[in-house]
């Protein structure tokens, strides 16, 4: 292909050429607008996303650039255009196992739009003042934030700062800022017709952190959902989302004079622990305890862990995170996105770790087996 129709060069052994002189240094935007037959402007057109190119000029620009191994300053533009292309995810830790196809996904997402990801872990810190200062000398365009808590402040410093900020799993104080969450209280409530149509009377609930969104409103749902059918309110343990403390929390339930018979934990990471347990104290899951966690995690369907759970898809989660974020970083942080409160529909999927009602299950395209109340089914 000729990448310029008047103005050298005009075949591709030329531009080769051209190319093995441009080795001795980088490469520019000059360079590649002089290879190519075009402006700078058009060059810079090319590079940057949303702007109108005519379809030839944009397949010209990205030849010559491909032959020159041309990469676009991003420090450069970051000072022309006040950007910086990147945005910045908050996370508390990665052993839950939902969180990495969501951060690859994000990542994926984020880069298609221009964007790269900067990842920081929280840990949980008490006070996220030097997580704030960091970002500002970064000058990041957005903020994730996937921390399972929020230090007092931090989101107000956010909008004094004037950083977009989508809450992701854990909608945070209020109802101030853009959140994607999964319908935590819809599953919950669901777990609970699920248990207690497989006829089970004893109920207990693993739970995060208090003040976390995500466990409080499955808590919540979960609860409400047994109150209104005449049961008694589930036995609470708190485990702080940690592996051991879960593990410790369960023996516990079970070694109680009332021992549950049914379990719902707030996520998969801590139903696994659950499992442990149980088994440890000689339990058949499915006949004399089920336990059912919360995500899907991609391990849930493993054999011998074949956990029934409620999942949210993180793909869906992901892609509704870039979405507002996006949305927000237009609008310079303000607009309708800021408030906008999203919810990612999830699905119950029946595997062998809890008991199944004689009514409702239903098979799915996927193979995969779900229940939904009779009159519903």
């Given at each position: 292909?000729?990448?310029?129709?008047?103005?050298?060069?005009?075949?591709?052994?030329?531009?080769?050429?051209?190319?093995?002189?441009?080795?001795?240094?980088?490469?520019?935007?000059?360079?590649?607008?002089r290879?190519a037959g075009?402006?700078?402007?058009?060059?810079?057109?090319?590079f940057?996303?949303?702007?109108?190119?005519?379809?030839?000029?944009?397949?010209?620009?990205?030849?010559?650039?491909?032959t020159?191994?041309?990469?676009?300053?991003?420090?450069?533009?970051?000072?022309?255009?006040?950007?910086?292309m990147?945005?910045?995810?908050?996370?508390?830790?990665?052993?839950?196992?939902?969180?990495?196809?969501?951060v690859?996904?994000?990542s994926?997402?984020?880069?298609e739009?221009?964007?790269?990801?900067?990842?920081?872990?929280?840990?949980?810190?008490?006070s996220?003042?030097?997580?704030?200062?960091?970002?500002?000398?970064?000058?990041?365009?957005?903020?994730i934030?996937?921390?399972?808590?929020?230090?007092?402040?931090?989101?107000?410093?956010?909008?004094?700062a004037?950083?977009?900020v989508?809450?992701?799993?854990?909608?945070?104080?209020?109802?101030?800022h853009?959140s994607?969450?999964?319908?935590?209280?819809?599953g919950?409530?669901?777990?609970?017709?699920?248990?207690?149509?497989?006829?089970?009377?004893?109920?207990?609930?693993?739970?995060?952190?208090?003040?976390v969104?995500?466990?409080?409103?499955?808590?919540?749902?979960?609860?409400?959902?047994l109150?209104?059918?005449?049961?008694?309110?589930?036995?609470v343990?708190?485990?702080?989302?940690?592996y051991?403390?879960?593990?410790a929390?369960?023996?516990?339930?079970?070694?109680?004079?009332e021992r549950?018979?049914?379990?719902?934990?707030a996520?998969?990471?801590?139903?696994?622990?659950?499992?442990?347990?149980?088994?440890e104290?000689?339990?058949?899951?499915?006949q004399?305890?089920?336990?059912?966690?919360?995500?899907?995690?991609?391990?849930?369907?493993?054999?011998?862990?074949?956990?029934?759970?409620?999942?949210?898809?993180?793909?869906?989660?992901?892609?509704?995170?870039?979405?507002?974020?996006?949305?927000?970083?237009?609008?310079?942080?303000?607009?309708?996105a800021?408030?906008?409160?999203?919810r990612?529909p999830?699905?119950?999927?029946?595997?062998?770790?809890?008991?199944?009602?004689?009514?409702?299950?239903?098979?799915?395209?996927?193979?995969?087996?779900?229940?939904?109340?009779?009159?519903?089914a």
């Amino acid at each position: 292909m000729a990448l310029a129709k008047n103005g050298p060069p005009g075949n591709a052994g030329s531009m080769a050429g051209q190319g093995k002189k441009q080795a001795a240094r980088a490469p520019t935007s000059h360079d590649v607008a002089r290879l190519a037959g075009v402006s700078r402007s058009a060059v810079s057109r090319c590079f940057t996303e949303g702007a109108s190119v005519a379809p030839e000029t944009r397949e010209r620009v990205l030849a010559a650039a491909q032959t020159l191994r041309y990469r676009p300053n991003l420090a450069a533009r970051s000072l022309i255009t006040r950007r910086s292309m990147v945005v910045a995810l908050a996370i508390t830790h990665l052993d839950n196992q939902y969180y990495p196809p969501v951060v690859q996904r994000l990542s994926e997402q984020l880069g298609e739009a221009g964007y790269r990801l900067l990842l920081y872990m929280t840990h949980g810190e008490a006070s996220e003042e030097p997580l704030l200062d960091e970002l500002l000398r970064h000058g990041v365009d957005g903020l994730i934030l996937a921390s399972r808590g929020f230090a007092p402040g931090l989101l107000a410093q956010c909008d004094a700062a004037g950083l977009p900020v989508v809450l992701m799993n854990n909608a945070g104080p209020g109802a101030a800022h853009a959140s994607v969450t999964g319908d935590n209280l819809q599953g919950g409530a669901l777990v609970a017709q699920f248990l207690l149509a497989g006829g089970h009377r004893r109920f207990a609930y693993l739970a995060g952190i208090a003040g976390v969104s995500s466990s409080d409103e499955r808590l919540e749902g979960y609860r409400a959902a047994l109150v209104a059918a005449g049961a008694a309110a589930p036995q609470v343990a708190d485990t702080r989302f940690d592996y051991d403390s879960a593990l410790a929390a369960t023996r516990a339930l079970l070694a109680g004079a009332e021992r549950p018979d049914a379990l719902f934990c707030a996520n998969d990471h801590l139903a696994f622990a659950a499992l442990q347990a149980a088994r440890e104290a000689g339990l058949v899951l499915g006949q004399d305890l089920s336990v059912v966690g919360f995500d899907n995690v991609t391990i849930s369907n493993w054999p011998h862990l074949a956990l029934t759970t409620y999942a949210q898809p993180p793909r869906a989660m992901a892609d509704a995170v870039v979405e507002s974020l996006r949305a927000l970083m237009e609008a310079g942080g303000e607009g309708p996105a800021q408030g906008e409160q999203r919810r990612i529909p999830g699905a119950l999927i029946l595997r062998d770790t809890a008991r199944r009602p004689a009514r409702g299950v239903f098979v799915r395209a996927d193979g995969s087996h779900g229940w939904a109340p009779p009159a519903s089914a």
